[in-house]
């Protein structure tokens, strides 16, 4: 069973940055998209960015200019940069893989903002 590992998450000050990265454990055939999700405490769980295919991207209105997602060359592998975060940011952020039949999640990783 292929699985999606993120890491990258942590504490930083508000203005800050960090990197979230997932990757697959091996192979999936087929892949429609990839994709970053948060969920807040309290909160649904929403989209932040996804990356399709064919590398055509969309973002969540509230981190449109500060956060960029993209994919590694070599391996089944998503990226989140974040950049100018806020105190709202702080959730946990799930990666998510998307073929034309099932989706994959990962078990997520906590970002905390806080001064």
């Known amino acids: 069973q292929v699985q999606l590992v993120e890491s990258g998450g942590g504490l930083v000050q508000p203005g800050g940055s960090l990197r979230l990265s997932c990757e697959a454990s091996?192979?999936?055939?087929?892949?429609?998209?990839m994709g970053w999700y948060r969920q807040a405490p309290g909160k649904q769980r929403e989209l932040v960015a996804v990356?399709?295919?064919?590398?055509?991207?969309n973002y969540a209105d509230s981190v449109k200019g500060r956060f960029t997602i993209s994919r590694g060359n070599a391996k089944i592998t998503v990226y989140l940069q974040m950049m100018s975060l806020k105190f709202e940011d702080t959730a946990v952020y799930y990666c998510?893989?998307?073929?034309?039949?099932?989706?994959?999640w990962g078990q997520g990783t906590q970002v905390t903002v806080s001064s």
């Open positions: 091996r192979s999936i055939f087929g892949i429609k998209s």
């Open positions: 990356i399709s295919s064919n590398s055509n991207t």
């Open positions: 998510k893989v998307s073929t034309m039949t099932y989706d994959i």
